[in-house]
């Protein structure tokens, strides 16, 4: 008796439903403002300290090209992922082939595909000065032509614009790309 009853609630269940009993369910189902319940999501910026670079750097080589007769370093003590906004932030340096070099301390988000540049310097022996224009600026998308756009591209984020996890990201700038982190790349 028992697998009748289930044979039966089966193919109760189991059967179509014509267009207008469809239609009538969703009328009555579906009433009021659907989006009254659901917040609106608002990135917000997580606020920023300039870094404390008293305890040193750790500059590693990047390969950027064209490199156009400059040397680019990034300090892989200073690569921080924002908990909240999740911005890469680093401090990169960038010298000239006379030797003389330039700081930026930077952030990129890869969600986006936006820059900021939050303070510069021109000797890691003295502290950075802030920015005064510290807005988010598009990365340029034409080949060889942005610093940031490669270190977003080659570095930084992966294809679905999310950034790699910290220890992903420094390996891939020590290493270069591996098997092991391309599983969305």
Same mark, same amino acid.
């Given at each position: 008796?028992?697998?009748?009853?289930?044979?039966?609630?089966?193919?109760?269940?189991?059967?179509?439903?014509?267009?207008?009993?469809?239609?009538?369910?969703?009328?009555?189902?579906v009433s009021g403002d659907l989006t009254a319940d659901v917040?609106?999501?608002?990135?917000?910026?997580?606020?920023?300290?300039?870094?404390?670079?008293?305890?040193?750097?750790?500059?590693?080589?990047?390969?950027?090209?064209?490199?156009?007769?400059y040397d680019y370093w990034i300090d892989l003590n200073s690569?921080?992922?924002?908990?909240?906004?999740?911005?890469?932030?680093?401090?990169? &340096?960038? +010298? $000239?082939?006379?030797?003389?070099?330039? *700081?930026?301390? /930077?952030?990129?988000n890869c969600r986006t595909g936006e820059y900021k540049q939050?303070?510069?310097?021109?000797?890691?022996?003295?502290?950075? &000065?802030? +920015? $005064?224009?510290?807005?988010?600026?598009? *990365?340029?998308? /034409?080949?060889?032509?942005?610093?940031?756009?490669?270190?977003?591209?080659?570095?930084?984020?992966?294809?679905?614009?999310?950034?790699?996890?910290?220890?992903?990201?420094?390996?891939?700038?020590?290493?270069?790309?591996?098997?092991?982190?391309?599983?969305?790349?």
């Open positions: 008796m028992l697998k009748y009853v289930v044979y039966s609630l089966l193919l109760h269940v189991a059967m179509p439903l014509n267009a207008s009993d469809v239609l009538q369910r969703m009328e009555t189902d917040e609106e999501y608002q990135w917000q910026e997580e606020k920023i300290a300039l870094p404390d670079f008293s305890r040193g750097y750790d500059f590693a080589s990047l390969e950027i090209i064209p490199s156009r007769g690569i921080h992922i924002g908990s909240v906004d999740q911005v890469v932030r680093f401090l990169i &340096k960038i +010298n $000239s082939s006379s030797g003389a070099g330039n *700081l930026f301390y /930077q952030g990129i939050y303070a510069y310097g021109l000797d890691q022996n003295q502290p950075l &000065k802030a +920015n $005064s224009n510290q807005q988010w600026q598009p *990365l340029s998308r /034409q080949p060889g032509i942005s610093v940031n756009q490669q270190l977003a591209d080659n570095y930084f984020c992966d294809k679905l614009h999310i950034p790699f996890q910290r220890r992903t990201l420094i390996n891939r700038i020590k290493y270069g790309k591996t098997t092991e982190d391309t599983e969305f790349d």
